[in-house]
């Protein structure tokens, strides 16, 4: 069995959904451990009993460390000041997992991952992080880092490595750019030196993909897609994207089925007495862009407003 844990609010409960109903369509025997960040969240999935699914209250699990820095970080920042301890909650609460993956919420499955966890055990390695591998266009790595947290696995053998990244998390994890340090993420640039012996990075690139890379790599590649900058909008909109160009081709294969496991998200939360708010609140006309994207209605698509997107 696979085990995966990611953590998110009860504003994220619609991306929180997908990512299991992904899970459920792909991962086969598996477990999604949620760390749910605020009690409605956690109150919402206790009565959705999803299967597959077991959840950490942030109460539970917070430590008198993360508890002491938490006043001065913005709730960006708390989350990802934790996602390197959520590996270790899991190893606590479960003695047989002997391997977990942190995903972010906003991940989603269109196909099976056993490529990528048979590729890691043929690194004979103790922790596997994937590349952003940026489209040139788009390339960020000097200023957020050259690896991605959103699809990491680590082994408990692997626990040196996640210790050193949370004790740097606890020190300093803010949404800003400093020489060798950005978030929780750019931490991650010196791992393939400074622990050459235990950390693997994923070789397969194109089943990793994201916005900032749809435009570098065939959609039908993609085992993850990671929804950076989708955000619920009123009136059923989404917003697409903040500010990168997604190619035709990847909407149709890739946005096109996520929208509709975030629509069944929506339906199913809504059955448990949970109705969805906005994630932003940018209107249609303020939203950035620099590429063409769809409004998409049930029967029926038209090219109209930049990243805009109809579910509802």
Not at 18 to 34: M, T
Request: one cysteine or more.
């Amino acid at each position: 069995m696979e085990h995966y844990v990611t953590l998110f609010d009860s504003g994220f409960l619609p991306q929180g959904v997908a990512l299991h109903l992904s899970l459920q369509r792909h991962a086969g025997e598996h477990c999604l451990w949620v760390l749910c960040m605020d009690e409605a969240a956690h109150s919402v999935l206790s009565r959705m009993q999803l299967p597959n699914v077991r959840l950490l209250a942030l109460a539970e699990v917070e430590t008198d460390a993360l508890r002491a820095v938490k006043p001065g970080r913005s709730r960006a920042e708390y989350c990802w000041t934790l996602t390197p301890f959520t590996p270790s909650f899991v190893f606590a609460a479960d003695p047989s997992v002997q391997r977990v993956t942190y995903v972010d919420a906003d991940l989603w499955l269109r196909a099976g991952p056993a490529p990528l966890f048979a590729e890691f055990e043929r690194s004979g390695k103790q922790v596997q992080i994937t590349d952003h591998a940026y489209a040139p266009e788009y390339d960020q790595s000097h200023k957020t880092g050259r690896y991605c947290v959103q699809f990491m696995t680590f082994t408990r053998e692997g626990e040196g490595v996640r210790r050193w990244w949370a004790d740097r998390c606890l020190e300093w994890c803010f949404a800003r750019s400093e020489p060798g340090r950005f978030g929780d993420q750019k931490y991650l640039d010196t791992w393939p030196v400074d622990f050459a012996d235990q950390v693997h990075v994923a070789a397969a690139l194109d089943a990793l993909q994201a916005p900032w890379n749809a435009k570098r790599f065939a959609p039908s590649a993609a085992i993850t897609f990671h929804f950076h900058g989708l955000r619920l909008m009123a009136r059923g909109r989404v917003m697409i994207t903040d500010h990168y160009d997604i190619p035709y081709s990847t909407f149709e294969v890739v946005y096109r089925p996520y929208l509709d496991d975030l629509r069944a998200a929506l339906q199913l939360l809504r059955v448990n007495g949970h109705e969805a708010r906005a994630q932003t609140g940018l209107g249609p006309w303020g939203v950035r862009s620099r590429a063409l994207a769809l409004r998409w209605r049930a029967k029926w698509r038209e090219w109209t407003r930049p990243d805009i997107a109809r579910i509802a």
